[in-house]
């Protein structure tokens, strides 16, 4: 709700879908989740001027141990150079000096947010074209859980 309001202080669409075959109760750590949810989203609102941020949950597999999900956040941002994306994951580190001037933060948001997602077995990458925007996509293990569990 919150990123929405900042999405539509901006004028950007907000869409937010969960694929109907995600399990509806998972066993995770949400507030981890939430951290990762909020920063990638949260980034791709300040990063965008115009357009659309979207977020797609989906399952990609099913396995012994869990529910392997799949979490998109796509926007029609300014977009990251090629050689510039093995360096976004890096602690205290920008893309470029002159958009961390225009656009803010530390540079630790992005960093730690491939540190939780790693903690929980998972991984992230990104695509992404300069004036076009950027996907990043995080693939994370959950367990379904019980119906019956509180």
């Not at 949400?30 to 920063?39: A, E, K, M, S």
């Not at 941002?77 to 000096?97: H, N, Y």
């Not at 960093?111 to 996907?135: D, K, L, P, Y």
Request: glycine share 12%; proline share 5%.
């Amino acid at each position: 709700d919150i990123l929405a309001v900042k999405a539509q202080e901006k004028g950007l669409e907000f869409i937010c879908r969960i694929d109907p075959r995600v399990p509806p109760r998972l066993e995770g750590d949400p507030g981890r989740l939430r951290q990762i949810v909020t920063n990638l989203v949260g980034n791709a609102i300040k990063f965008t001027a115009r357009g659309e941020v979207a977020l797609h949950v989906t399952p990609v597999e099913e396995g012994i141990s869990g529910d392997l999900l799949r979490f998109e956040v796509k926007d029609t941002g300014i977009g990251i150079a090629p050689e510039k994306i093995d360096s976004l994951f890096t602690e205290f580190k920008q893309t470029d000096a002159t958009i961390a001037s225009e656009y803010g933060g530390t540079g630790l948001g992005l960093a730690i947010t491939r540190q939780f997602i790693e903690m929980h077995g998972g991984r992230i990458w990104v695509e992404s074209e300069i004036g076009v925007g950027s996907v990043f996509s995080v693939a994370i293990p959950l367990t379904s859980a019980a119906e019956s569990a509180p």
